[in-house]
């Protein structure tokens, strides 16, 4: 049968057919057509949806189309578009669990609140770090008791009771003079300059009257705590360097 659109032509007439002139030879031209036995359909060209024009192609075996359309066709619930964020790895982890290596590093923006918040727990556990270190100076200064002082003849000139770190436990200080009198507590790593050098604590000794000894007595329910040393002066002012005419007599404990 003939299809739509044929051309008759008569014999000895001959009939004008569209060519095209390549290199000195005429190519005929034809209309590409498409479609089953005793059916015709124009080839789809342009854009647009798949209808019975268009025809149908096989990639070549080689085509690279080929070898990334399989990859494609590996996607599947269980291995979803794998890439390689991570060198050498094949996607990352998700979800809870373990560090591994396909585990992807991050850094907190500045502005998180997480950084500010993480900067005050680093601040609040080096306090601790701190307070459990003179707790366990503490502790170790309760077991084995304390360790008594005794100085019959405590004057303005600076004296140690512990050179070191400590506690002190109890103060009991004698003044036979008929003025009041202080002895001054000092907490310093290196020398004193009574005086000039502020004293930890001042505490007052009452004036007796040249025979009879006023007296100041303290035993610290909370022992007192000092960093660097334990040094006490007895001066007759509470801060000055005045020295008492007759020293006084002075008995403290500490650990």
Same mark, same amino acid.
């Given at each position: 049968?003939?299809?739509? $659109?044929? *051309?008759?032509?008569?014999?000895?007439?001959?009939? $004008?057919?569209?060519?095209?002139?390549?290199?000195?030879?005429?190519?005929?031209?034809?209309?590409?057509?498409?479609?089953?036995?005793?059916?015709?359909?124009?080839?789809?060209?342009? =854009?647009?949806? *798949? +209808?019975?024009?268009?025809?149908?192609?096989?990639?070549?075996?080689?085509?690279? =189309?080929? *070898?990334?359309?399989?990859? %494609?066709? +590996?996607?599947?619930?269980? +291995?979803?578009?794998? &890439?390689?964020?991570?060198?050498?790895?094949?996607?990352?982890?998700?979800?809870?669990?373990?560090?591994?290596?396909?585990?992807?590093?991050?850094?907190? =923006?500045?502005?998180?609140?997480?950084?500010? /918040?993480?900067?005050?727990?680093?601040?609040?556990?080096?306090?601790? $770090?701190?307070?459990?270190?003179?707790?366990?100076?503490?502790?170790?200064?309760?077991?084995?008791?304390?360790?008594?002082?005794?100085?019959?003849?405590?004057?303005?000139?600076?004296?140690?009771?512990?050179?070191?770190?400590? *506690? %002190?436990?109890? /103060?009991? &200080?004698?003044?036979?003079?008929?003025? +009041?009198?202080?002895?001054? %507590?000092?907490?310093?790593?290196?020398?004193?300059? &009574?005086?000039?050098?502020?004293?930890?604590?001042?505490?007052?000794?009452?004036?007796?009257?040249?025979?009879?000894?006023?007296?100041?007595?303290?035993?610290?329910?909370?022992? %007192? =705590?000092?960093?660097?040393?334990?040094?006490?002066?007895?001066?007759?002012?509470?801060?000055?360097?005045?020295?008492?005419?007759?020293? /006084?007599? &002075?008995?403290?404990?500490?650990?």
């Amino acid at each position: 049968s003939m299809s739509q $659109d044929a *051309v008759a032509v008569t014999e000895g007439a001959g009939k $004008d057919i569209a060519t095209d002139l390549v290199g000195g030879y005429n190519y005929q031209w034809f209309k590409l057509m498409v479609g089953a036995a005793d059916t015709v359909n124009p080839l789809a060209v342009g =854009a647009g949806s *798949v +209808d019975t024009g268009t025809p149908r192609f096989t990639l070549a075996a080689d085509d690279p =189309a080929v *070898v990334s359309l399989a990859i %494609l066709d +590996d996607w599947d619930e269980s +291995d979803r578009c794998k &890439v390689n964020l991570i060198a050498s790895q094949a996607g990352i982890t998700g979800g809870a669990g373990a560090v591994a290596a396909n585990t992807p590093r991050v850094t907190l =923006a500045s502005d998180d609140p997480a950084v500010g /918040l993480l900067t005050t727990i680093d601040a609040d556990i080096g306090t601790i $770090d701190t307070d459990t270190g003179n707790i366990a100076t503490s502790v170790g200064v309760l077991n084995g008791g304390a360790t008594p002082l005794f100085d019959a003849d405590g004057d303005n000139t600076a004296q140690t009771i512990k050179g070191s770190a400590g *506690v %002190l436990y109890s /103060l009991e &200080v004698q003044n036979v003079n008929a003025v +009041d009198c202080w002895i001054q %507590l000092f907490d310093e790593s290196g020398s004193i300059t &009574v005086g000039t050098t502020t004293p930890k604590a001042s505490f007052l000794v009452p004036a007796g009257d040249g025979t009879k000894r006023g007296a100041m007595d303290k035993v610290f329910t909370v022992p %007192l =705590a000092f960093s660097n040393s334990i040094k006490y002066a007895c001066t007759t002012t509470p801060t000055g360097n005045g020295d008492p005419s007759t020293g /006084l007599v &002075v008995n403290a404990s500490y650990k």
